[in-house]
């Protein structure tokens, strides 16, 4: 049985073949990759948070710094809970899923690695977004996370950046903490708001304590200037960031401007075709895109080429390059495959 993704790149090339115009030539390369739905979830997430080793910041944040020294915090996943969930995990069996994730990192790996076609600045830097709320961002992240910690021999961050609707912390479990926006604010020390997991090599920064402001400070020079500290202090990792939406937001776009690679996620027979279009136009200036289709199923995905198949999201969308069979090098990821 051949892949979803396979599927899906042939419809795409019939499509190229029979002239439906797929972008301009000057169009930034964007690859599309699908994600089929998970085993249904279970209810809630349980995860045991392990004695903190740093007390968390206090509520007169400003104060936090001199308060506590620079310990990570350390928390434990509970992983079961996650794998019933339908999330990867790194010692799950092998599954249809793994697989999929396992295709769509490996160019985002090499390309923050500086081994992909373009140079990118900031390339270690992805941000994870969507035309609308709910096509799966948070999913998409949290598996891609967990995916490449098993696998890279460097520390994967996750960060929360959707701070209008945050929900890295709920998704494994664990009760709200400090996080960017603090950090934003000056208050706190990112050191005193990153948390080590038992995952190995994956560290969480959440969003930190609600804030009227917390879209103008995900805008802000403070931002970008935080952005720019973290793709040089942590060159050798891959940051990735969950993200608001682009079309209902325009945080999203200045966060964006920032980042290395771009992951799209849409949603399968949910998210208008229009919408996609527009929320791709937004970030014309981003190097490097790559489409994730997510909860195609195989039913769906029978007509979902033809259907996303004009998009026009430009040329070179070259699956050949996450692909298995040697097509474009996909060798040259770190990890053990
Ligand atoms: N591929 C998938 N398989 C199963 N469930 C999924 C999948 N993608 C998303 N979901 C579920 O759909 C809901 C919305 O996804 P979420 O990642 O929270 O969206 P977003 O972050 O874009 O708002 C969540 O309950 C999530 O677990
Ligand atoms: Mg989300």
Redesign the pocket.
């Known amino acids: 049985m051949t892949s979803l993704i396979e599927q899906a790149a042939a419809r795409l090339e019939q499509l190229k073949q029979a002239g439906v115009d797929l972008g301009n030539a000057s169009a930034p390369a964007v690859s599309t990759a699908p994600?089929?739905?998970?085993t249904p979830?279970t209810p809630e997430v349980a995860a045991q948070v392990t004695p903190v080793s740093a007390p968390v910041a206090p509520q007169s944040a400003p104060q936090a710094r001199t308060l506590h020294p620079h310990e990570t915090k350390r928390v434990e996943l509970d992983l079961e809970a996650l794998t019933a969930q339908?999330f990867l995990t790194p010692h799950a069996p092998r599954s249809y899923l793994a697989d999929q994730y396992r295709n769509i990192k490996r160019p985002l790996i090499r390309n923050a690695m500086g081994k992909g076609a373009a140079t990118l600045n900031h390339a270690n830097l992805i941000m994870v977004t969507?035309a609308l709320?709910?096509?799966?961002?948070?999913?998409?992240s949290l598996n891609l996370a967990m995916s490449i910690a098993a696998e890279f021999d460097n520390t994967v961050m996750l960060v929360d950046a959707?701070v209008a609707?945050p929900?890295m912390l709920r998704m494994l479990g664990l009760p709200p903490g400090p996080g960017l926006l603090d950090v934003l604010e000056n208050s706190v020390d990112m050191a005193d708001v990153l948390i080590k997991t038992n995952v190995d090599k994956l560290t969480l920064l959440p969003s930190g304590r609600p804030h009227a402001r917390a879209t103008e400070l995900l805008a802000s020079d403070a931002m970008s200037g935080l952005l720019d500290h973290m793709a040089k202090r942590y060159a050798d990792r891959i940051i990735i960031f969950?993200s608001p939406p682009l079309l209902l937001t325009t945080e999203s776009r200045v966060l964006a401007s920032h980042m290395g690679q771009i992951v799209i996620?849409v949603q399968a027979e949910r998210t208008p075709q229009s919408a996609v279009l527009q929320a791709v136009s937004t970030i014309e200036n981003c190097p490097l895109k790559m489409v994730l289709l997510?909860?195609a199923s195989a039913k769906a995905d029978a007509g979902y080429g033809y259907h996303y198949g004009s998009y026009g999201y430009g040329q070179g969308y070259g699956y050949g390059y996450d692909r298995d069979d040697g097509q474009g090098g996909a060798q040259a990821v770190a990890g053990k495959a």
């Open positions: 994600v089929a739905p998970a979830a339908g969507s709320p709910g096509e799966g961002k948070s999913f998409t959707d609707r929900s969950d996620v997510n909860q």
